[in-house]
């Protein structure tokens, strides 16, 4: 099994305190920000921050859905959603950057292994990308 990764950033005019307090707003913010690539949405306990769980569908593509149960960590600057029914982690870091912020997010999680690994290493990281790009451009609309 290799470790496969989809990264994208995005620079935002809102100070980092604004954005870190959208992005740990798991019960308004986070349905309001969330493509159409999200389904079954839902906070299962907490909603802002840390100790925060919630719920959803993620349809990557067509064929791949994956059931997500993010259980939330905030460490300073980067909210961490470590998904209980697989590999799958996301960090959310936010830094300044002049007068506003830089959203970096990172999905990683263990690909399986073979052929079907070496497709999903090659073309799941650019799909989850585009995934990525249009909640941070979701975000900007929320925050700037």
Do not use: C
């Amino acid at each position: 099994m290799a470790q496969v990764s989809a990264s994208s950033s995005i620079q935002l005019a809102a100070a980092p305190e604004r954005v870190l307090a959208a992005l740990a707003d798991y019960e308004t913010v986070r349905p309001r920000i969330l493509s159409d690539h999200y389904t079954d949405y839902r906070v299962v306990s907490g909603g802002h921050g840390e100790g925060t769980i919630a719920q959803w569908k993620l349809h990557a593509t067509e064929n791949r859905v994956r059931d997500i149960e993010a259980r939330v960590s905030v460490s300073g600057s980067t909210i961490t959603e470590q998904d209980a029914n697989s590999t799958l982690v996301t960090t959310w870091s936010v830094v300044p950057n002049g007068s506003g912020s830089t959203v970096v997010t990172l999905t990683r999680w263990n690909g399986a292994g073979g052929v079907g690994g070496f497709f999903e290493r090659t073309f799941a990281p650019i799909g989850l990308r585009k995934i990525q790009q249009q909640v941070l451009e979701n975000l900007r609309r929320e925050v700037d």
